[in-house]
């Protein structure tokens, strides 16, 4: 079974400041991780992934996330915020070896304050 | 087409009717997905489809809902006897093989169902 945690339904930040965005999970096996964001009224885009490559990965538009085995995290961080970020970001856990099916947590609505 | 397309975008229906929604994949995506998502939360796993094996129906909620697929093209996922729970954006999903390897899910802009 796996299972992902965003441990804050809801983050505000300055715009300018850096952005982290929370994230655990369990996994059986080693996982694939995702984040995703969620615009309003958009589809969902994929900001970036873990495939069992190298532990830091770097997203689009500036964001990027460490994979750390040993907390089982998967945090998303961006050093300055921009106004265009604000918007529902959701970490994500597959494993190919359940057809990819992927696992979503609850989400974090990013707020950025002029 | 350039990605998944879905419709209606929108569909407002009475307690108890039927609906179909519609899935159209990207060319060439063997895998497709359907999910759920309730007013504020992540999305729910419904239903998978790869290639031509049995669909995997683990996240289906219950016997009212039922999808299928032709081929490797159109997904129909259809809700019976709908109930207010029912109400929901139902998303669909396509990526390449999914067998043995970890392929990017791509979404469409889904389906906002309101029941009532």
């Known amino acids: 079974a796996q299972s992902v945690t965003q441990l804050d339904s809801h983050v505000s930040v300055s715009e300018g400041t850096p952005v982290l965005l929370r994230c655990n999970y369990s996994?059986?096996?080693?996982?694939?991780l995702f984040w995703y964001v969620q615009h309003p009224n958009k589809g969902l885009q994929l900001l970036l992934k873990?495939?069992?490559?190298?532990?830091l990965v770097k997203g689009i538009n500036g964001f990027e996330a460490e994979f750390k085995k040993s907390e089982t995290s998967f945090h998303l961080t961006k050093p300055s915020a921009h106004m265009s970020d604000a918007a529902e970001y959701f970490c994500?856990?597959?494993?190919?070896?359940?057809?990819?099916?992927?696992?979503f947590g609850g989400g974090t609505r990013l707020m950025v304050k002029p | 087409g350039a990605g998944v397309s879905q419709s209606p975008s929108n569909k407002v229906t009475e307690k108890g009717k039927d609906v179909e929604l519609r899935c159209d994949p990207i060319?060439?995506?063997?895998?497709l997905y359907w999910y759920r998502q309730r007013l504020g939360q992540g999305l729910e796993f419904l239903i998978y489809?790869?290639?031509?094996?049995?669909?995997?129906k683990s996240g289906l909620p219950s016997d009212r809902f039922s999808a299928e697929r032709t081929g490797e093209s159109v997904s129909t996922l259809t809700i019976q006897r709908t109930q207010q729970e029912d109400s929901a954006v139902y998303l669909c999903?396509?990526?390449?093989?999914?067998?043995?390897?970890?392929?990017?899910?791509?979404f469409g802009p889904g389906t906002r169902l309101t029941v009532t």
């Open positions: 996994s059986s096996y080693s996982p694939s």
């Open positions: 489809f790869q290639g031509n094996s049995a669909p995997d």
């Open positions: 873990y495939t069992s490559a190298a532990t």
């Open positions: 994500v856990v597959s494993l190919y070896n359940a057809g990819n099916m992927l696992t």
């Open positions: 060319s060439g995506h063997t895998a």
């Open positions: 999903a396509s990526s390449l093989d999914a067998a043995g390897k970890s392929y990017e899910q791509y």
